[in-house]
């Protein structure tokens, strides 16, 4: 059964930064893109980030772009969105995914088969 589990959102303020992580329990770690995506309560989930299989490709969402980076371990399964210079708007539950193509289309959600339960990032004003 593949696991995709977050961790490392929290509270910050407004400017600060934040790393979640998420380790996958999954053998074909090494092949798959994965990618970030996160939902604000009362919006839809939208896509933040990705990540392809070999680290060559990554692919930022405009709202975070030039904010954020992205970078996978694949001696750990595990990826890291690190975010800075934090707004309040960046609070979401966020979410990592992964099984699927190498790249494909990271920025949509049926790219990817599997799902975590979610972070919580808040960002005060």
């Known amino acids: 059964q593949v696991q995709l589990v977050e961790s490392g959102g929290g509270l910050v303020q407004a400017g600060g930064s934040l790393r979640p992580s998420c380790a996958a329990s999954i053998r074909t770690f090494t092949s798959g893109a994965m990618g970030w995506f996160r939902q604000a309560p009362g919006k839809e989930r939208e896509f933040v980030a990705a990540i392809s299989g070999s680290s060559r490709a990554t692919k930022f969402a405009d709202s975070v772009n030039g904010r954020s980076t992205i970078s996978r371990d694949n001696a750990k399964n595990t990826v890291y969105l690190q975010m800075n210079s934090l707004k309040p708007e960046d609070t979401a539950v966020y979410y990592c995914?992964?099984?699927?193509?190498?790249?494909?289309?990271?920025?949509?959600?049926?790219?990817?088969?599997?799902w975590g339960q979610g972070t919580q990032v808040t960002v005060s004003s």
């Open positions: 995914a992964t099984g699927g193509p190498t790249w494909g289309t990271p920025m949509r959600e049926n790219n990817y088969l599997y």
